[in-house]
Each structure stands twice: as structure tokens, then as C-alpha cells.
């Protein structure tokens, strides 16, 4: 069992809807949760970062995390071609102290007019 | 502006051949990390640093060094012993663990290593 699991898509949506992207992990006492967008071509950049359970809002995008059932997930509302990118969900463990990240091998969103 | 940059942006290999990547960053971070992204893969973690002339290996170290003399630089070395080196190089920084916000991590724009 990998231990950052994402759809790898492609995710189409049409412009304007709801896009929701998920990912699982296996690790229990991880504590910090990631969510980076990467460009074909370019680095992932940081868009959502959340700690506790229940919804963190910025914007057209909320995360939404459930710790007991090790589920994170990604909404973006009112989606745009401009959001059609990777999406890399990332888990901190936070194991022996260290910041290390675990990442998924990422969802691709394709947003089509 | 505060920000992290890697240097080359392209960069050509010759079989045998050491090559050097440099990170450089200027957001006052104590910790700095190396990763590899191969095409439709997640990223992997070559190396970390949390401190000035300390660091410890990731889950692919082997073929790689790196060197941490001061604290805005963290330059990754590529050995020939690295038998599959083409991959995008990312260099990220951020805070200490134990404070929530400085658990972010951010990137730099990354190089792209090729092996002629």
C-alpha cells in the first residue's frame, strides 16, 4: 500500500463546476496536511495547507480533512481552464522530528470551456 | 523578494560525469530538501537538512552527495553512480518542524537533468 494514495486521473470537468480531488493516507499519527499544484513543466507550488479536522476555506479552493478516516481532500470551486494542472497531495508524519513530506503522485484536472 | 532558486535551469550529462545543482535561498529557513520527479510519478526525497553542516539522507540517496556550509545554500551533487539520472531536481525550503505554519514547504523552479 503506497502511503499517499491519489486518483491519477485525468479529472475533466466543465467550466464553472466543482472539481474534487481526493487522496488517502496510511500513516495514522500524521499531523499536517498539503495540497500543491504543479504546471506541466514547472515545481508545485503551495495553494492549501491544513492541521485539523473539518473545512479550511481561502478562496475558490477548500480543504477538507478527516483524520479518522485518513481522507484529505481538494475543492475548487467555480473551476477555470487556468486551474487545469497536477494536483500533489503531500502528508507530513512528522516522524522523529523531521519536516519531511510524503507525496502522491498527483491527480490531473483537465477544466474544458 | 524572498524566494528560492536552482541554477541550471538545463542541464546535459555525459556518461561518468559528476554534476553539481545549486539551491540557493533567501527566506532565512533553516531546513532545505532535494527532490526527484520522474515523469507521472510523485516526488521522491534525495536528501534533507534541518541545520548548518548537518544532514541526512532520504528514501534515494544513493548516487547523490550534498553539502549544507551555509544556511541560505544547499547544493545537490549527482555521481555517476547514479545509474538513471534524467529527472526534474526540485530544492525546497522551510521552517523547523513543531511550529504548524513552518511545516510548509516551499520550491524553487527546478532543474532538468538529462544524460546524453
Known amino acids: 500500500q503506497k502511503e499517499v494514495e491519489q486518483n491519477s486521473g485525468p479529472l475533466s470537468v466543465p467550466e464553472g463546476a466543482i472539481a474534487s480531488l481526493n487522496c488517502t493516507y496510511s500513516?495514522?499519527?500524521?499531523?499536517?496536511f498539503f495540497w500543491y499544484r504543479q504546471y506541466s513543466g514547472k515545481s508545485p507550488e503551495l495553494i492549501m495547507s491544513i492541521y485539523s479536522n473539518g473545512d479550511k476555506e481561502d478562496g475558490r479552493f477548500t480543504a477538507q480533512l478527516n483524520k479518522a478516516s485518513q481522507y484529505v481532500s481538494l475543492l475548487i470551486r467555480d473551476s477555470q481552464p487556468s486551474d487545469s494542472a497536477t494536483y500533489l497531495c503531500?502528508?507530513?508524519?512528522?516522524?522523529?522530528?523531521?519536516?519531511?513530506?510524503?507525496f502522491g503522485a498527483g491527480t490531473r484536472l483537465a477544466v474544458h470551456p | 523578494d524572498g524566494g528560492i532558486t536552482q541554477s541550471p535551469k538545463y542541464l546535459f550529462r555525459k556518461e561518468g560525469q559528476n554534476v553539481t545543482l545549486s539551491c540557493e535561498q533567501n527566506l532565512n529557513h533553516d531546513a532545505m530538501y532535494w527532490y526527484r520527479q520522474d515523469p507521472g510519478q510523485g516526488l521522491r526525497l534525495i536528501y534533507y537538512?534541518?541545520?548548518?553542516?548537518?544532514?541526512q539522507k532520504g528514501d534515494i540517496a544513493e548516487g547523490y552527495s550534498v553539502s549544507r556550509e551555509k544556511k541560505e545554500s544547499f547544493p545537490l551533487t549527482v555521481t555517476s553512480a547514479q545509474k538513471n539520472p534524467t529527472a526534474f531536481y526540485l530544492c525546497?525550503?522551510?521552517?523547523?518542524?513543531?511550529?504548524?505554519?513552518?511545516?510548509?514547504?516551499?520550491f524553487g523552479p527546478g532543474t532538468r537533468l538529462t544524460v546524453l
Open positions: 525546497a525550503s522551510s521552517g523547523l518542524a513543531g511550529e504548524s505554519s513552518y511545516n510548509e514547504q516551499f
Open positions: 500513516d495514522r499519527v500524521s499531523q499536517s
Open positions: 537538512s534541518q541545520i548548518v553542516n548537518d544532514f
Open positions: 503531500a502528508v507530513n508524519p512528522l516522524r522523529g522530528g523531521y519536516n519531511k513530506l510524503i
